[in-house]
C-alpha cells in the first residue's frame, strides 16, 4: 500500500506545477495583448512565461520522482582526492 505522505508530497508537486503552468499562460496572454512589445515589462513576462511553463511542466511529469536517485557513469563521478 501506499504511504500517504509520499501521496501528499506528489500530489502537492504536481498542483505546484499546475498553478506555475497558470501563471505562465497568464503571463504568456499578457504579453501577446502587449501592442508595443519592447521594454522591461515584455522581457519581464517573457521570463515569467518561459521559466514557470519549463519548471511547471517538469513537476506535473515528473512530480515526486524529482527526488529520486540516478546513477552516475564513471567517467562523470567525482575524483577522489
Known amino acids: 500500500m501506499t504511504d500517504p505522505r509520499r501521496l501528499r508530497t506528489d500530489l502537492g508537486l504536481r498542483a ?5 503552468l497558470a501563471i505562465a499562460a497568464t503571463a504568456i496572454r499578457t504579453l501577446a495583448r502587449l501592442h508595443p512589445q519592447t521594454g522591461a515589462l ?3 513576462l517573457a521570463m515569467i512565461g518561459f521559466l ?3 519548471a ?9 520522482h524529482i527526488h529520486d536517485r540516478v546513477q552516475v557513469s564513471a567517467r562523470w563521478q567525482r ?3
Do not use: K
Request: with cysteine.
Open 16 to 20: 505546484g506545477g499546475i498553478l506555475s
Open 42 to 44: 515584455a522581457f519581464l
Open 52 to 54: 514557470c511553463a519549463s
Open 56 to 64: 511547471g511542466a517538469m513537476l506535473v511529469i515528473v512530480g515526486r
Open 79 to 81: 575524483a577522489a582526492r
